[in-house]
């Protein structure tokens, strides 16, 4: 079997399901970290900061990782926004429809926070979204704006089952504005290659892995990333027999992945 010189690791059905642990999700991290093979954990969640991540995964399930090592859509937004705007988001403006791991991501940058006429306008999933947000993000990208989309989850996996993602946040704005968001988490390519530049590795020598075929799986599909399906989450393995390009690798537990 092909050895990988590094990870990129989904976390929401793939570490962990929701307050739920998965022990052998923290025996896996635990045999990359002791053969010091360097990792992001890659996951759609803008909710929370890269610090918050991290503390939520020492406390509540006992895996020990640097903020450094989490890579959101926020980041990756960041990242992707810089390089239309020559590295410098300084005095740009944009609305956000998100939770604070968005909106700290993008005001880290330099950018300013505005209702009328923002440059961008980033819509995320948000635990307190409102008509008076979407409104404001509707005739803001309605008069121009561009519209970022940070994933296209429709779905979360949680200890209560599958509850709303920011898809379904931001396709309300896509069918208000008649535009499509352009996306930048999972499935994208996007946020893969940056996780890539951040870690300093090549797609062929990295292993993508993850619970869902439709985001984790299909991001590796699309940045030439070999993945690795562990059946602990979202997708199924009579769903997945019917597709047409295969998971490089599958397992029922990461019990069962030797790195």
């Not at 992707?80 to 700290?104: C, F, P, R």
């Not at 309605?142 to 296209?152: L, Q």
């Not at 020598?205 to 989450?233: F, H, K, M, P, Q």
């Amino acid at each position: 079997m092909k050895s990988y010189s590094a990870y990129l690791i989904d976390l929401d059905g793939t570490i962990y399901r929701g307050s739920d642990r998965i022990p052998a999700a923290k025996r896996f991290v635990e045999r990359l970290q002791a053969k010091h093979i360097p990792f992001l954990f890659l996951t759609n969640n803008t909710t929370k900061t890269p610090a918050a991540v991290a503390e939520n995964l020492s406390k509540n399930h006992d895996i020990h990782v640097q903020a450094d090592q989490i890579y959101t859509p926020s980041l990756a937004t960041v990242s992707y926004l810089k390089a239309k705007n020559q590295g410098d988001l300084s005095g740009k403006t944009v609305y956000v429809i998100g939770e604070i791991g968005l909106v700290s991501a993008l005001l880290g940058a330099g950018m300013k926070l505005v209702e009328q006429n923002p440059d961008y306008t980033v819509v995320g999933l948000d635990y307190d979204v409102t008509y008076h947000k979407f409104e404001v993000a509707t005739l803001a990208v309605r008069a121009g704006s561009t519209f970022i989309g940070t994933n296209a989850d429709t779905n979360l996996p949680n200890e209560r089952g599958l509850v709303p993602g920011a898809g379904s946040v931001i396709s309300l704005v896509e069918h208000a504005t008649q535009q499509q968001a352009t996306y930048i988490g999972k499935p994208e390519a996007i946020i893969v290659n940056a996780a890539l530049a951040v870690l300093g590795q090549e797609a062929e020598n990295t292993l993508i892995v993850g619970d869902n075929y439709e985001t984790d799986i299909r991001a590796g599909i699309n940045a030439g990333v070999d993945s690795l399906l562990v059946y602990t989450g979202v997708s199924k393995p009579e769903v997945v027999a019917q597709k047409e390009i295969q998971p490089t690798h599958q397992v029922n537990s990461l019990d069962e992945w030797e790195v």
